[in-house]
C-alpha cells in the first residue's frame, strides 16, 4: 500500500465548476497535510496546509481534513482553465520525519 | 533572491560521469530537501538536512548518491557513476525550520539527463 494514494486521474470539469481532488494516507499518526500545484515543466507550488480536522477556506481553495479516516480533500470553486495542472498531496509526521507525496491529479479545467 | 534557486537547470552527461547538482535555499531556512522526480512521476524523498546534518539518509537511491550542505546553506547532492535510470528532474527544496507544520518551498528544479 502507498503511503499516500490520489486518483490519477485525469479529472475533467467545465469552467465555474467546483472541482474535487481526493487523497488517502496510511501513517494514521500522519499530523500535517500539503496541496501542492505543479504545472506542466515547472516544480511544486504550495497552494494549502491544514493540519487540524475539519474545513480550512483560502479563496477559491477549501482543504478539508479527516484524521479518522485517513482522508484529506481540495476543493476548488469557480473553478478557471489556469487551474489546470496537477494537484500533489503530501503528508508529514508520524514516522514520516520528511514529506511523502502522492502521484498527484491532473486537472482541466475545460472553457 | 526570495527563492529557492538550483543550478545547472538543465545537465545532459553521459552513463559512467559524475554529476554535481546545487541548491541554494531560501535565506534563513534551516531544513534543505532534496527529491526526484521522475517523467509523469510523483515526488520521491531522497535525503534532507537540519542545518548542516542529514538524520535521514534512507531515502537514497544507491551509494552513488550523496548529498551535503556546509555553512547551514547552500547544498550539493552528487551522483556518481551516472547510470540512465538516473535522468529525472531533481527538485530541491527548503523550509523554515524541520518541524511539522513547516511548509516546504520548491526550487526550479534540474533536469538531469544521461546519454
Known amino acids: 500500500q502507498k503511503e499516500v494514494e490520489q486518483n490519477s486521474g485525469p479529472l475533467s470539469v467545465p469552467e465555474g465548476a467546483i472541482a474535487s481532488l481526493n487523497c488517502t494516507y496510511s501513517?494514521?499518526?500522519?499530523?500535517?497535510f500539503f496541496w501542492y500545484r505543479q504545472y506542466s515543466g515547472k516544480s511544486p507550488e504550495l497552494i494549502m496546509s491544514i493540519y487540524s480536522n475539519g474545513d480550512k477556506e483560502d479563496g477559491r481553495f477549501t482543504a478539508q481534513l479527516n484524521k479518522a479516516s485517513q482522508y484529506v480533500s481540495l476543493l476548488i470553486r469557480d473553478s478557471q482553465p489556469s487551474d489546470s495542472a496537477t494537484y500533489l498531496c503530501a503528508v508529514k509526521g508520524g514516522r514520516l520525519v520528511d514529506m511523502r507525496f502522492g502521484a498527484g491529479t491532473r486537472l482541466t479545467v475545460k472553457p | 533572491g526570495a527563492g529557492v534557486s538550483q543550478s545547472p537547470s538543465n545537465k545532459v552527461t553521459e552513463k559512467g560521469k559524475d554529476v554535481e547538482l546545487r541548491c541554494d535555499p531560501i535565506s534563513g531556512h534551516t531544513a534543505l530537501y532534496w527529491y526526484r522526480q521522475s517523467l509523469g512521476q510523483g515526488l520521491e524523498f531522497l535525503i534532507y538536512?537540519?542545518?548542516?546534518?542529514?538524520?535521514?539518509k534512507s531515502g537514497l537511491p544507491s551509494d552513488r548518491f550523496s548529498a551535503e550542505r556546509t555553512g547551514g546553506s547552500v547544498s550539493t547532492l552528487t551522483i556518481q557513476r551516472t547510470q540512465q535510470e538516473d535522468s529525472a528532474v531533481y527538485l530541491c527544496?527548503?523550509?523554515?525550520?524541520?518541524?511539522?507544520?513547516?511548509?516546504?518551498?520548491f526550487g526550479p528544479g534540474t533536469r538531469l539527463t544521461v546519454l
Open positions: 527544496a527548503s523550509s523554515l525550520l524541520a518541524g511539522l507544520q513547516s511548509e516546504q518551498f
Open positions: 501513517d494514521r499518526v500522519s499530523q500535517s
Open positions: 538536512f537540519q542545518g548542516n546534518s542529514a538524520p535521514d
